[in-house]
């Protein structure tokens, strides 16, 4: 089956401290990989993607990249700001299907 | 700039009323979502349409729950009688086949009294 398994939080840091959230999966066939992020009040967004092995996704300071060995999609920012507080979820999609996301991680960075 | 559009924002009702929420897709998506988010359970999927047709409604309680998409302007979701525990921030969200993302509108808040 489908199914994303990410960090349980909350997750609390200094400001310029370096972010990690861990994220695996499991999928039949070659999924689609994403992190959203949610912010207060309001939907989820796109933050980053990356469609096949290897790929590395990037927006606004972070990073994941696409490990098929590890079945991981790890996100990482090397220096977080508070700007970056909200709840990151990440996400799978096989090709044509639904989406599966996890649980949700949420972030507070403290300045 | 393109967005999915969800109306109500808020609502408040009483146990037993009926409320529909709807949803306007982006102009052009092939793929609907509803989604319900609670502290509690997270982000839950309630249905997923492609092409207006239902492809999954496993996570929506069927004694109540519906949802339907008219036309491919209009997703709607609809809860008859509504009870407490239905509270909670209902998302629509809208994509394509074709790329896998999903655009996400601001959500419907509501409030089951």
């Known amino acids: 089956g489908n199914s994303v398994t990410q960090m349980e939080g909350p997750v609390t840091l200094s400001e310029e401290a370096f972010l990690t959230i861990n994220c695996t999966y499991t999928a039949t066939g070659y999924p689609s990989l994403f992190w959203y992020v949610q912010y207060p009040g309001e939907g989820l967004q796109l933050l980053l993607k990356?469609?096949?092995?290897?790929d590395k996704g990037s927006n606004k300071g972070f990073e994941a990249t696409y490990r098929k060995e590890t079945t991981s999609f790890h996100l990482e920012k090397g220096s977080v700001q508070v700007s970056d507080s909200a709840v990151y979820f990440c996400a799978l999609t096989p090709p044509g299907n639904q989406f599966y996301f996890g649980t949700g991680t949420s972030l507070t960075v403290i300045p | 700039d393109a967005r999915v559009t969800q109306t109500p924002r808020h609502k408040v009702t009483e146990m037993g009323q009926e409320v529909t929420m709807r949803c306007q897709p982006i102009?052009?998506?092939?793929?609907v979502f509803w989604y319900r988010q609670t502290m509690m359970q997270g982000l839950e999927l309630l249905a997923y349409?492609?092409?207006?047709?239902?492809?999954?409604d496993s996570g929506m309680p069927k004694d109540r729950f519906s949802a339907e998409m008219p036309d491919a302007t209009l997703a709607t979701l609809k809860i008859q009688p509504s009870e407490p525990r239905d509270s909670a921030v209902y998302f629509c969200?809208?994509?394509?086949?074709?790329?896998?993302?999903?655009?996400f509108g601001e959500g419907s808040r509501l409030t089951v009294l």
């Open positions: 102009l052009g998506h092939n793929t």
């Open positions: 969200a809208s994509g394509l086949v074709r790329t896998g993302e999903l655009f």
């Open positions: 349409f492609r092409n207006r047709a239902p492809l999954d």
């Open positions: 990356a469609t096949k092995a290897d």
